[in-house]
């Protein structure tokens, strides 16, 4: 099969063609661990779980790599200002690896919830500090960097002469220098817009390590380039994530890589597009996310303390959310779209549920041609850079004629209900990634967790009444769980339950 993929930076779809067939290297950049995994960040943990979903059912053998963020990534991703790690754990006076270590597990339930695979290597900044520091001998060795003040600095004017800076973004370099006139710190920089390879920490900085240069910590863009080569080698084929990356840091991992080893190490760069509240990018930065969290509890207010989530969403409901879009194109949250992505999810769970239960026919209206139709459009879907709305679609024309059958308004053969329930099954479940096998009518296991899922209700209730200090309906649920024989107990998080034994 050929499959398309949009690289970024030729800006056009071209034909996927593996450097070292069948082997697929692909790196993505996961999150920096100061705080709950929110929407924004669902998005490309998603994107790229179906994108390593769908290379495997191909055949390839994919190394898929996603670091974690530690250390080296300051505030407003700039090259002065606090580490938001080493901020955050002053704040909360503890340790930053125990925000770090903290926020990784909490990222990974979710991730986990969420139905995203776990990726082949989660290498964490903090562990390669001398793959960074040699990445930065390197680039200075070939001229491209300078020192100042026990900082190094990129020297984007310098490269620029030999190579062309934002060849991704499509910036050029004199428009670059304009928009960073007013970064701070500009002072021990040559030009505006060079950046930080290296950082000397000043006295009250904690995460620092000894260098040539000084004790101090990487610069934020140094770490994937150097994991991404470290794991994948000096070229492979796929990096991924947000397009918010695209300048600075990912235009800065292809000239550190250029500048290192003569050459760019990525064949195909892959983005996402944004997820938005109001028209505008959900993110940390800007104050306006939602955590994964919160969308699973249903709670969350804005800044003037209004409710921003009519109720809760489970991660299936978040993951069909994003799906139903192309990969490519921006998401504007509402509770109105959730409710109908949860509704679309319902609709494709009961199909699948019916598709179990229904008797075939002798001879049946709907063929075994109509359901290998509806796997080649959703397999041409696929192959068109990954277009999972246009999947979702041709699942749900599986799901009318399945509730036709239902409806005796259709019949099916043995041959084609087989056939549907493998299409079915491959592309809903194997592929998207969406979890409804388990609801089968009559699954002990799907007892079980509905059972689960009314506990978490009821707890989630009872958080909500305590926020609004109802003192009344909060003891009441907790008494009535204890009768029943769950022992209950709140945490700094929220809550957690077991039956008693």
């Known amino acids: 099969m050929n499959l398309l993929v949009y690289n970024t930076l030729t800006r056009q779809k071209e034909l996927f063609r593996p450097i070292d067939a069948p082997h697929v290297g692909m790196y993505v950049c996961g999150p920096t661990v100061y705080g709950d995994a929110h929407l924004g960040h669902a998005r490309p943990a998603i994107t790229f779980d ?82 960074q520091e040699e990445l930065v001998k390197e680039i200075m060795a070939n001229g491209f960097a300078y020192e100042s003040n026990g900082s190094v600095y990129f020297d984007v004017e310098a490269y620029n002469k030999k190579h062309h800076y934002g060849i991704l973004s499509g910036r050029n370099l004199d428009d670059i220098k304009d928009a960073s006139r007013e970064l701070a710190g500009v002072g021990e920089k040559r030009n505006q817009a060079d950046f930080a390879l290296w950082k000397k920490a000043m006295p009250e900085h904690i995460m620092r390590w000894p260098s040539p240069w000084s004790d101090g910590f990487p610069g934020w863009h140094c770490e994937c380039t150097a994991m991404g080569r470290k794991y994948l080698g000096h070229h492979f084929d796929i990096h991924g994530g947000g397009m918010d990356l695209i300048f600075p840091h990912h235009e800065c991992e292809i ?62 409901t978040i993951r069909f959310f994003i799906l139903q879009a192309h990969y490519r194109s921006t998401v504007d949250f509402s509770n109105e779209a959730l409710i109908a992505a949860q509704r679309g999810l319902e ?11 229904i008797n075939p026919a002798e001879a049946g209206t709907i063929t075994t041609q109509q359901i290998k139709q509806i796997e080649e459009n959703c397999y041409e879907a696929m192959n068109d850079d990954f277009n999972t709305p246009i999947v979702i679609s041709n699942l749900f024309e599986m799901s009318k004629l399945i509730n036709q059958v239902a409806d005796h308004h259709a019949t099916i053969s043995a041959d084609a209900l087989e056939e549907a329930r493998r299409v079915f099954r491959l592309f809903a479940i194997e592929l998207m990634g969406l979890q409804i096998d388990s609801t089968q009518a009559g699954s002990g296991a799907a007892r079980e967790e509905a059972f689960g899922h009314v506990v978490d209700m ?44």
């Open 50 to 131: 179906i994108v390593f979903r769908y290379l495997t059912h191909l055949g390839y053998k994919v190394r898929y790599v996603r670091n974690i963020t530690d250390v080296g990534h300051l505030e407003h991703d700039a090259d002065e200002g606090e580490d938001k790690i080493a901020k955050k754990a002053r704040l909360e006076q503890l340790e930053p690896m125990e925000v770090a270590q903290y926020y990784t597990n909490r990222f990974h339930d979710a991730m986990r919830a969420l139905g995203c695979l776990p990726p082949s290597i989660e290498p964490h900044a903090t562990g390669h500090i001398i793959e």
């Open 255 to 316: 000239a550190q890589a250029v500048a290192s080893q003569g050459d760019q190490m990525v064949r195909y760069w892959m983005h996402n597009n944004m997820i938005t509240i109001n028209g505008q990018k959900m993110g940390k930065s800007l104050g306006n996310f939602i955590t994964l969290a919160e969308f699973f509890a249903g709670s969350h207010k804005d800044k003037d303390g209004n409710e921003m989530l009519s109720q809760a969403y489970s991660p299936m």
């Open 347 to 357: 609709r494709l769970t009961d199909a699948y549920k019916t598709l179990l239960a």
């Open 458 to 501: 009821l707890l989630e209730q009872r958080m909500k009444a305590k926020a609004n200090k109802d003192w009344a309906t909060s003891d009441m649920i907790r008494d009535r769980l204890a009768e029943l024989g769950f022992e209950v107990k709140d945490t700094k998080d929220g809550f957690s339950w077991k039956l008693k034994k």
